[in-house]
């Protein structure tokens, strides 16, 4: 089964200070990795997708990278607009149709 | 505005109603995705349609049922309602996939369901 793993589950930045969030992988198959963006109330925004292994995107101050197993959201010299919750999700074949499964996130607060 | 409309924004109910929740995916999607998400948990997937035909199911209960219309507009049903099923439910919608075969999803601003 599909499984999809987030860390940390909360994550405290002061602005301007970088750090990455992490999201691990276990799939059979894989045609894409997704991130999306949460607010709260509010649905899922699309931010990137990766394909392959060793594929980096980047968004303003957002960059997402792809190994075989995980996937990091760099966030660099974050702005307190940045607070959201982040999603990562992997779609995948499985019995004949493509499944998206989404990790349960990582809530980022970013403090003036 | 996402181009995904979703009625009603808020529900208010008791144990043992139904209730219908309605999805009008964005133009020229022709992929409807149901998807619950409570509180302590993340996003749950439901129910997959394609222009009108059911593609894939997830981890939905035998009191919900959903379907896609001819205009491509979804309904998810609710039956028999119990307390857990307070959430929130949200309806994407993909366009075909790409030549890589990701589906990008645009999620509506979700359904709250409160179950009293």
């Known amino acids: 089964e599909d499984q999809v793993t987030q860390s940390p589950e909360a994550l405290r930045l002061q602005e301007g200070e970088s750090s990455s969030l992490n999201c691990s992988y276990t799939v059979s198959g894989l045609r894409g990795l997704f991130w999306y963006r949460q607010d709260p109330g509010k649905g899922p925004e699309f931010l990137f997708t990766?394909?392959?292994a060793g594929e980096e995107k980047e968004k303003e101050r957002l960059k997402a990278t792809l190994t075989k197993k995980e996937s990091f959201l760099h966030i660099t010299a974050p702005k307190p607009e940045d607070s959201a919750t982040y999603l990562c999700a992997v779609q995948a074949r499985s019995g004949g149709y493509q499944k998206v499964t989404f990790g349960t996130g990582t809530k980022l607060q970013v403090i003036p | 505005d996402s181009g995904v409309t979703q009625t009603p924004k808020h529900l208010i109910t008791a144990t043992g109603q139904r209730v219908t929740l309605r999805c009008s995916p964005r133009s020229g999607d022709l992929s409807v995705y149901w998807y619950q998400q409570s509180l302590d948990q993340g996003l749950q997937f439901l129910i997959q349609y394609y222009n009108g035909e059911e593609r894939a199911k997830g981890n939905i209960l035998e009191r919900f049922s959903a379907q896609q219309f001819p205009d491509l507009h979804s309904e998810l049903n609710l039956s028999s309602l119990e307390l857990g099923d307070s959430a929130l439910y949200f309806c994407?919608?993909?366009?075909?996939?790409?030549?890589?075969?990701?589906?990008?999803?645009?999620f509506g601003a979700g359904s709250r369901l409160t179950v009293l």
């Open positions: 990766l394909y392959s």
């Open positions: 994407a919608s993909s366009a075909r996939q790409d030549t890589s075969g990701a589906n990008v999803l645009t």
